[in-house]
């Protein structure tokens, strides 16, 4: 019988293709943020943060996807979240991303939330006290990125 939403188990190639696809697309998507807000004022202006809905839909379906597809090569998983943090030290600590680095930020937000939800998931399924612990955190800190990126934009928090 055909399932709809069955996972499909890819090779290391395509994993890390769809790995790819995922970042790059929302990176496509929030580097051309100047179209719904030229004036470049962010989180205080109601058009942006309709923008950015596309890219959290990115975010939050892709590292499902990503989690779902790569049940047979779970380096895959564990090489596209050190690549995340990575993107992170580098954007926060270097030029290395230069006239970009607000795009990459609008980038990593969106994927370290899915991926917030994917693990809190994965955490509480595991019924253990310290699994759910780690779900609860998981599930803290994404809401804590959600509301900084999209709502409040303090930097003490960043």
Known sequence: MFKLFAPRDLTPIPAVAATAFVALAIFAWTENTGIADPNDLSVTYWPWKLWQIF?????????????????????????????????????GYTGV???????????????????????????????????????VISVTLGALVFANAYFVNNGVLW
């Open 55 to 91: 890219p959290l839909l990115m975010g939050a379906g892709g590292t499902w996807w990503i989690w779902l597809s790569t049940r047979r090569v779970p380096w895959v998983r564990s090489l596209a979240l050190g690549l995340l943090a990575l993107t992170v030290l580098l954007n």
């Open 97 to 135: 991303f230069g006239d970009y680095w607000g795009d990459v930020w609008r980038t990593v937000n969106p994927i370290f939330i899915g991926s917030a939800s994917v693990s809190a998931v994965v955490l509480w399924r595991c019924g253990c006290a310290a699994g759910r612990v780690g779900a």
